[in-house]
């Protein structure tokens, strides 16, 4: 080997042997500057509403189902834009119910209930243990109250609205909001976390007494509006270590932070809630829901208001635990083996009316988000659940829109209460553990 050649290859390996030093620098400067995974606090589940797994598996969600007909297993397609949900956190907050169960003073309270709403409270009828009942003849009132827990339903015969409506015109929905809110404030019953936001429903009284979606005000007898609740999917506060990187990792995934606070000690900490809408049995329409129509002169109170939905139970403000959550394509394979409820399948634009069972071939599923569900019937915990919807095409060959409910908690993975370490704070310069 010449003296030319032995130069040219010690060149030529100094330069590989750079390269490979490079390459290799990058790599540990990849991984000495990425980002540090987030604290336990918000990755691992603590499954602490309960001390051992089996007293939560006993609340596992049980969701009713629409009945459907089908002469073959149903066809399931996924179309959503990114196939299914984006990266989601691998814990979702559980909340539990509070003041479950028979109220000691439920009659004195009822009577109370009764009274704001222009009952006269002495005219009471006790229906057994299980509630109370009132009927103003003059009015063409009922209400009828849950001994368990207050919830109430109050209603005024079809017969006394079409009358009345026949002689006046309904207010605009704008101003059946504003009736609706200041009915449940001046109640005393307006939580916090409830708002009108959603658009009120034109309602048209069928001759049976059913109720349908009018097309315009001139054709509806009530206007229907319907009060959402939001609760935190996950919240992190502001002077929690790397809590803006946290946050801005949950925003990447498609979720978007409400900003709140809470006082800790003397200080108020901003709270970023990455909040869902809780939904119900029939996603259409909530829990609470007052009727409003034109002014009955007749009456004192409520003199809009011709009934009130009102199904709702408190939720402690804190969560009691976080739980894993399950991958939504799990929850795709489970509803394509027909382990989903089927809450709603609208087969027309009416989203009022009582469903009828229908001969469905194949549901298109074209989005996939996660809220929480809330049911007819009281749960002892509030949990996430997927919501599939989409358009289900029928026997026919038209077309209808549906909603599928799957819970969205990984009941495999839930195990006894784990101690998580909770995430530090930062405070004047240092950091502090919470």
């Avoid at 590989?16 to 790599?27: C, E, K, S």
């Avoid at 996603?283 to 829901?289: A, E, L, T, V, W």
Wanted: charged share 25%; glycine share 4%; with cysteine.
């Amino acid at each position: 080997m010449t003296l030319t050649e032995a130069a040219f290859l010690t060149k030529r390996f100094g330069v590989i042997a750079l390269g490979f030093l490079a390459v290799v620098t990058i790599i540990v400067l990849i991984i000495v500057i990425q980002d540090p995974p987030p604290p336990p606090e918000y990755v691992t589940p603590t499954c602490a509403c309960t001390d051992t797994k089996d007293e939560f598996l006993e609340n596992i969600l049980t969701i009713p189902s629409l009945e459907i007909v089908s002469e073959s297993a149903v066809e399931y397609d996924v179309q959503t834009i990114t196939g299914m949900l984006n990266d989601l956190p691998k814990i979702v907050n559980v909340y539990r119910y509070t003041d479950l169960g028979q109220l000691l003073d439920s009659r004195a309270q009822a009577k109370i209930l009764a009274k704001k709403m222009g009952f006269n409270p002495e005219r009471i009828v006790t229906r057994g243990t299980t509630g109370y009942t009132w009927y103003d003849e003059s009015t063409k009132r009922s209400l009828s109250v849950n001994a368990r827990d207050l919830n109430f339903t109050l209603n005024t015969t079809i017969e006394s609205i079409k009358s009345i409506r026949k002689e006046q015109d309904l207010p605009s929905k704008s101003e059946a909001k504003s009736i609706a809110i200041n009915t449940l404030r001046s109640l005393g019953i307006l939580n916090t976390q409830y708002s009108a936001d959603t658009e009120p429903f034109y309602i048209d009284i069928n001759p049976d007494g059913t109720y349908s979606q009018a097309d315009s005000a001139m054709n509806a007898e009530l206007i229907r509006v319907d009060f959402s609740r939001k609760i935190p999917l996950i919240s992190i506060r502001s002077d929690v270590k790397d809590a803006d990187r946290i946050v801005n990792s949950l925003i990447e995934r498609g979720l978007t932070p409400i900003t709140d606070s809470v006082v800790v000690g003397n200080e108020r900490i901003e709270v970023y809630n990455f909040s869902q809408f809780v939904t119900y049995q029939n996603p259409n329409k909530s829990n609470i829901s007052v009727y409003v129509g034109p002014e009955n002169k007749s009456v004192e109170i409520l003199k809009s208001v011709y009934q009130i939905d009102f199904k709702s139970w408190s939720i402690e403000p804190e969560k009691c635990g976080t739980y894993p959550l399950l991958d939504p394509s799990v929850a795709k394979d489970k509803i394509e083996s027909g382990e989903g409820s089927i809450v709603f399948l609208n087969y027309g634009k009416d989203q009022v009316q009582e469903y009828v069972p229908q001969q469905v071939k194949r549901f298109v599923i074209l989005s996939v988000t996660i809220t929480y569900y809330e049911g007819l019937l009281e749960q002892k915990y509030l949990q996430p659940v997927y919501l599939f919807t989409g358009e289900a095409e029928l026997k026919d060959g038209t077309k209808a829109t549906f909603h599928i409910y799957y819970p969205a908690i990984s009941y495999d993975s839930v195990t006894d209460k784990v101690e998580v370490e909770e995430a530090t704070v930062e405070k004047d310069g240092g950091i502090l553990s919470l």
